[in-house]
């Protein structure tokens, strides 16, 4: 046997079929191309004939690992961010009606108004932000502050309902099945400019 660890191996042998199959058994193909979606060719030849074989080089996908403990709810897999500016009815609105059907949810809000006010609740996070500074940074900001597995991300003059559904987008995104990244609800409007979170 000659060309070990080399893109030809040569085998030289007087054994039977049989004996053959059994030393093919153990020869071992390894790629040295590292692609995620790679195919090769390899040629066997034996007195006078010749096979090609299709090797696919694929690398297997790392599994989806979910925390199964029992006693962690919605409120810690979830947390709802927004960005606000000069709106403070329309933000405490929103805030109001998400502690309304989740009490312990935490709420982040980022913030660029001219002239800050509180925003009362339970579990709102509120960070104050350069005056004017943007939409994308307001909303990169909040991002950067969750520390669940999920967020749920909504304009401040939205508002949820009772048809509002969390634990629905949750249980798609942890189905093993259907291997999808990012769920959405529907938007209604209500009376006024108020939108509603379906």
Do not use: C
């Amino acid at each position: 046997m000659s060309g070990q660890n080399s893109n030809q191996l040569k085998i030289f042998t007087a054994m039977n079929i049989s004996e053959t199959n059994n030393l093919l058994k153990h020869i071992i193909y390894t790629s040295k191309v590292y692609d995620i979606d790679a195919r090769d060719v390899i040629e066997v030849r034996y007195r006078g004939f010749s096979i090609n074989l299709q090797i696919h080089i694929r690398r297997e996908p790392f599994p989806r690992l979910f925390d199964t403990r029992e006693d962690e709810g919605i409120n810690k897999k979830v947390t709802v961010i927004t960005k606000t500016f000069m709106r403070y009815d329309a933000v405490n609105a929103m805030v109001q009606s998400v502690h309304k059907y989740y009490p312990n949810m935490t709420i982040i809000v980022a913030d660029d108004s001219e002239h800050i006010e509180k925003i009362p609740g339970n579990n709102v996070k509120h960070f104050i932000m350069p005056f004017a500074e943007g939409w994308f940074a307001g909303r990169n900001l909040a991002l950067s502050q969750v520390r669940t597995p999920y967020f749920f991300i909504l304009d401040d003059d939205m508002m949820f309902t009772k048809n509002t559904k969390l634990e629905k987008l949750v249980e798609i995104l942890e189905d093993p099945n259907l291997k999808i990244d990012i769920a959405s609800t529907r938007v209604e409007k209500e009376e006024g400019d108020r939108k509603s979170v379906v």
